[in-house]
Structure formats: C-alpha cells, structure tokens
C-alpha cells in the first residue's frame, strides 16, 4: 500500500441508526451500581459477544439454575420416551424445596421428567433424575442412591468443564444451598448456550404449564407470563428461575427479537428488582447494539476522478469487493474510523486533491477499506473498480482495425497472384 491514505473519522450517531431520535434513558447502559443482582451476564448467541457483564466470574450460589444443567444431563443420557421410577431419592431434597409432588413409585418419562425439573423446579425431579442417570452411566442398575448422585455430580463438574464453564463446581443436582456448591453468571450462560442447542428443553423451557396425572406444574419464569405485567417480557423465551436464602433471587433467561437471539444472566438479586434486573438487561442488548452493516459487496463505496485519460479527468465507481458487518453498541459505531490505503502506484500524486492514475482496468483491486476502533482494526475491505478507463479503450479498437486490415490485404494480395507454372522437361 503506498503512503497516500484518506482518514475518515465517522461519527456516525443517530443519524444513521436511529433516524436522528434520541436515546432513551432506559437505552442506556445499566451501572454497576444500579442493578441490584450482584452479577449479570449478557451474551449475543449468534456471534458469542459478551455485551455486558458484572462481577461476571465471581463464585455465587446459582440455586436452581443449577437445574439447567441436570435437565441438560438427563437428555444426554437417555430416550425421552424412557421410563423412570422415582425412588428413595426424593428423601434427599432439603427443607422448603421446591417440588413436584413426585411420590414413590410414581413413573414418568424422561420427557416429563424434564418438565418436573425445569416448570416447578422440582429438586425431588432432579435427585430422580440424578440417580437414574448415574446409574446409566455406571453401568449399575441399582447402584446405592448416594453413589449414584456422586456420580451424577461428577459428570455435571465434567461436562461443565468440557463446555467451558470453568469456574463452577457442582455439589448437588438440585442447586440447594450446599457449601462449596458455586457457579459464575458467565458460566450459567455458557452452559444456557449449550442448551439453547437442545430443542427439547427450549420448548420446556417456553411452556408456561404442563398438567401431569392430575398435578400442575406452573413455570416459576414470570418473564413468560402475561399475568404478571412487571415481570413479562414479550421477547422472552426461556429459561430458568433460581432462589435460596443465600444465593438470592437468580434468573438466566433467553429472548428472540429483531433476528437476535440473548442469554442474560441474573445472581443474588433481590425480590423486588430480579425481573426488573433482567429485562434492564435484555432492552440493553437489543436496544444498544446492533448488526451494522458498512459496507456490501458490490455496493458502490464512492466514486473518485481519473487523470490521463485522453487529456481529460474521468469518474469511476469504487466498489466493495466484500462485505464487511459486525454486531457493535451505538457507541462503538459513533466512535468507528474508516481509513482508505490506496494501492502503491494508484493514486495520481501530480494531481491536486485525490485522483487516481489511468489505466484502470475493471475489477482492480485499488485499494483498501480499514475498519478501526480506538486503535484496534476490526476488519479489512478491498477496494475495486467498477470499470476501465484508460488506454484500455483507445487502443484495442485500433489494434481491431489495424488486424482487420492486415487480414484483407493479405487476402487480395494472395488472389492476384499468378498461378505457379510447371516444369518442362
């Protein structure tokens, strides 16, 4: 690239995005000091950015988002249309957890199973879970129930790590307040991102009841529920509410809106502000950033004059030959810097002001597009243009007519001459 470069610092605010509105206030940011939770999370699904966080890998109690995990296990392991008998297990929960209402006995699929863990929260669904599969995977069918949670445990650390969440460890299957038993708000979204993947447990999920033999099993997520109108989230689609008396009141919850998809992440908030938390959370992401597009392959960039073609100065379209996007926050996009490097030998340094040196020939890369942010390039564009100026023109349709004519004259000499005489002997 040669040294003659055009810096263009784009401040590119309102305008283009928002149509010159101003941004709200309930836009903004959420301070540090202004959501209640003690941790929050939020990430994009689609392109893994982080768009917010707080205290986001500090160790906390994550109470029964813990249970996305154990679902998520369960599903791993066995058939939704498998049978399980619930056992001894249930006597493991602690007092004033939340149930099902699971009795000795009783059997279920695994699909309603899952129904039990994630709608009412059921810590007796989760230690049912847990034995059974601990003992699918040990290959004990009746392995002692305390060894078959420890071995369920062991695979909810395992696989945890294997997803990358790498700061949790995981006591017991219920999420009950257990010491030692500890996740982060970047872990319980990693592991909500995973599955996120699993339709089955989305459409869990998303259900606001489910009846099973006479008894109902009401969703504790308030974000799906009309009913509660300071809590409802239309865009919402997930996932798990979580209490104890230490870990506080937790959420890690999923929305769709816009073509985009969020996983926000809620730890000991409290009563009064968790929903409020966490929908301060989702209007931030989908409010604050968006999929901006600069540049589309093809699409004319600008057009800038070429000298020496024929004496005279000609225009020519400048395209891009890629496109480039990327999901930033309204900041990020008023602060982006576009730079221009042209290719060495392009630019016409004879000329005052920016001018290009012909011959140019179509589709030639001319030039560079450089995406930058404080400092930091984000991404690289060609530049080509649209058509040929030039001495591309003049002279190939003179060389036609001189070729032309040689051809003809080559014919007619070639017709006038004699006819060869043979030998006599």
Not at 265 to 286: M, P
Not at 364 to 389: H, N, Y
Request: one cysteine or more.
């Amino acid at each position: 690239m040669g040294k003659a470069r055009v810096c263009i610092c784009i401040l590119m605010g309102a305008a283009l995005l928002l149509a010159g509105a101003a941004r709200a206030e309930a836009d903004l940011p959420p301070k540090t000091e202004e959501l209640a939770a003690e941790a929050a999370f939020l990430l994009d699904v689609a392109t893994g950015k982080v768009l917010y966080e707080k205290n986001a890998d500090k160790a906390l109690c994550p109470a029964s988002t813990t249970k996305i995990l154990t679902a998520l296990l369960l599903l791993e392991a066995a058939d939704l249309r498998e049978v399980v008998e619930v056992g001894n297990e249930i006597y493991k929960i602690g007092p004033d957890s939340s149930v099902a209402k699971l009795k000795i006995g009783d059997r279920l699929t695994v699909a309603e199973l899952v129904y039990a863990i994630i709608l009412p929260s059921g810590n007796d669904a989760a230690y049912t879970a847990a034995v059974f599969v601990g003992r699918r995977i040990s290959g004990f069918e009746h392995m002692d129930i305390g060894l078959a949670v420890e071995v369920f445990v062991a695979l909810m650390n395992r696989r945890a790590k294997e997803l990358g969440a790498v700061n949790s460890n995981f006591v017991v299957p219920d999420g009950y307040d257990t010491p030692g038993h500890v996740s982060t708000a970047r872990d319980l979204a990693i592991i909500a991102l995973v599955a996120g993947q699993n339709d089955f447990l989305c459409q869990v999920a998303a259900t606001a009841e489910y009846h099973w033999q006479g008894i109902r099993w009401g969703n504790t997520n308030r974000l799906l529920q009309q009913d509660y109108p300071n809590a409802y989230y239309p865009w919402a689609t997930g996932f798990k509410t979580g209490y104890t008396a230490k870990a506080g009141h937790c959420l890690v919850a999923t929305a769709k809106g816009g073509g985009r998809e969020l996983i926000g992440v809620i730890l000991k908030s409290t009563q009064g502000r968790r929903w409020l938390d966490i929908r301060w959370l989702l209007e931030y992401g989908f409010n604050c950033w968006k999929q901006y597009t600069m540049f589309v392959k093809g699409r004319q960039i600008f057009t800038v004059p070429v000298s020496g073609f024929r004496g005279r100065t000609q225009m020519v379209k400048i395209l891009a030959a890629e496109s480039w996007s990327s999901l930033l926050s309204l900041e990020q996009i008023r602060d982006l810097e576009l730079e221009f490097r042209w290719c060495r030998g392009v630019v016409d340094s004879k000329q005052e002001g920016l001018a290009l040196k012909a011959p140019i020939r179509k589709g030639r890369v001319v030039g560079r597009a450089v995406i930058s942010l404080e400092g930091e390039i984000l991404g690289e564009v060609d530049m080509v243009a649209a058509a040929s100026m030039g001495t591309y023109y003049w002279w190939l349709p003179a060389l036609g007519v001189f070729l032309l004519a040689l051809i003809t004259a080559l014919i007619i000499y070639r017709r006038k001459q004699p006819p060869p005489v043979g030998k006599i002997s």
